[in-house]
C-alpha cells in the first residue's frame, strides 16, 4: 500500500489521480487533516483516514499497512515545519514504511536567503537518519499561475520586478506524474533527487516569450527591491507575502536554483512542459 498526505491539495491530489491510473484503488491510502476534503477519492475505493502532522497517534493509524509513505512538505510560516515533518516521519517509520518520500525542492541549502530551503535541507537530514530507505523530490518551482510574479503585464506591458535570476519552473502536473511513476517503478531512487523542467529562464526570458504571445512588446523592467515590496503591499499583497517572495527572487540572483537535471524527462518518458506553453494556458492566449 501507498500512503499519501497533502492529497487535499494540488500537488499530491493530482499525484494520487496518477496512482489511480495505475495501481487498484485498495492500494492506496490518503491520511488527511479533514477527511471530509477526500471524501471524493473515498467514493473511488482509496482508504481515507484521518492524520496531521500536529498528531502522531493519528498520523501511525492514517499510515498503518503502508509499504511507502508520500509526505507532502508544509508551509505554513508560522509552524515549526521542521518539528512537523520529523512527527511525520517518524509515524511513518513506526508504522513499518519501507520507504519514505518527500516533496521538497530544488535548491535545498542549509543557509540562504530562500527560508523554505533550510526546512527542507533539515527534513533530508531527519530521513537521512531515519533507518528506512528515503527519497526527497527536490522539485522545481511550480508557478500553479504565473501572475503574482509577472504582475499585470498584460494590462501595462511591463514585467516589473527585482533583479531576477534563472529558474526552472516546472509544471505541477508533470511533478505529480512523475512521482507517481516513482512510486510504482522498479526502481527506487535513494536519497535527494532533483525533478525540474529542461529550461531555466529568466523574467528577461519571460517578456520575450509573453510579446511572442501578445503580439506586442512587453518591456521587463528591473525594480529596486524596497520600492518592489511597497508597490505589492500598496496593490494589496501582504506584506509577509511580499517580503517572502522577494527571498525567491534574491535566492534566484545568487543562481541557487540554476541547475539542469535530465531525471524528470527521463521519468516522464517526454519533454517537460515549458513555460512558453503554460503562460499561453494561464494567460488564454
Ligand atoms: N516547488 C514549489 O514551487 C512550491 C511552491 C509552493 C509550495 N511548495 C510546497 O509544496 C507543497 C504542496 O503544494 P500544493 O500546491 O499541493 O499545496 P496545497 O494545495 O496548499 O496543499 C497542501 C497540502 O498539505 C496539507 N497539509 C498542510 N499542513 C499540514 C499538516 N500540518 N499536516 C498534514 N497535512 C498538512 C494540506 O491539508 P489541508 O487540505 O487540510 O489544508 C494540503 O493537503 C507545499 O505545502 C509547499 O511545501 C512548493
Known amino acids: 500500500m ?9 500537488l499530491n491530489g493530482a499525484t494520487v489521480e496518477h496512482l489511480l491510473e495505475r495501481l487498484p484503488a485498495d492500494r492506496i491510502g490518503i491520511s488527511a487533516r479533514d477527511t471530509a476534503k477526500a471524501q471524493h477519492f473515498a467514493d473511488r475505493g482509496v482508504r481515507v483516514r484521518q492524520g496531521s502532522y500536529e498528531d502522531p497517534d493519528a498520523l501511525r493509524d492514517s499510515f498503518a499497512g ?32 519501507r520507504r519514505i518520500l518527500y516533496t521538497s525542492q530544488q535548491g535545498v541549502a542549509t543557509d540562504g536567503p530562500y527560508p523554505p530551503a533550510a526546512i527542507h535541507a533539515a527534513t533530508e537530514e531527519i530521513l537521512a537518519d531515519s ?9 522545481g518551482f511550480f508557478g500553479h499561475s504565473f501572475a503574482p510574479l509577472l504582475g499585470p503585464w498584460q494590462e501595462t506591458g511591463v ?25 510504482t517503478g522498479e526502481r527506487s531512487y535513494d536519497g535527494a533527487i532533483t525533478l525540474i523542467a529542461g529550461e531555466a529562464v529568466t523574467l528577461d526570458d519571460f517578456a520575450a516569450i509573453a510579446s511572442g504571445l501578445s503580439g506586442r512588446t512587453i518591456e521587463r523592467v528591473v525594480m529596486d527591491d524596497e520600492e518592489w515590496v511597497a508597490d505589492q503591499t500598496a496593490g494589496g499583497v501582504p506584506e509577509p507575502t511580499a517580503r517572502f517572495m522577494l527571498t525567491m527572487f534574491r535566492a534566484t540572483r545568487a543562481g541557487h536554483f540554476a541547475q539542469h537535471d535530465p531525471l524528470l524527462a527521463e521519468l516522464l518518458g517526454r519533454e517537460p512542459r515549458g513555460v512558453a506553453d503554460r503562460l499561453a494556458e494561464q494567460t488564454g492566449y
Request: proline letters at 7%; aromatic letters at 4%.
Open 2 to 10: 501507498i500512503v499519501v498526505t497533502g492529497a487535499t491539495g494540488a
Open 66 to 97: 503502508a509499504d511507502q509513505v508520500l509526505l507532502v512538505s508544509g508551509n505554513d510560516p508560522s509552524a515549526d515545519m521542521v518539528a512537523l515533518h520529523r512527527n511525520a516521519i517518524e509515524a511513518a517509520v513506526a508504522a513499518g514504511a
Open 131 to 139: 533507518g528506512v530507505g528515503w527519497t526527497s523530490l527536490r522539485y
Open 159 to 183: 514585467i516589473a520586478a527585482p533583479a531576477d535570476g534563472p529558474v526552472p519552473w516546472t509544471a505541477p502536473a508533470d511533478l505529480s506524474e512523475a512521482t507517481a511513476v516513482l512510486l
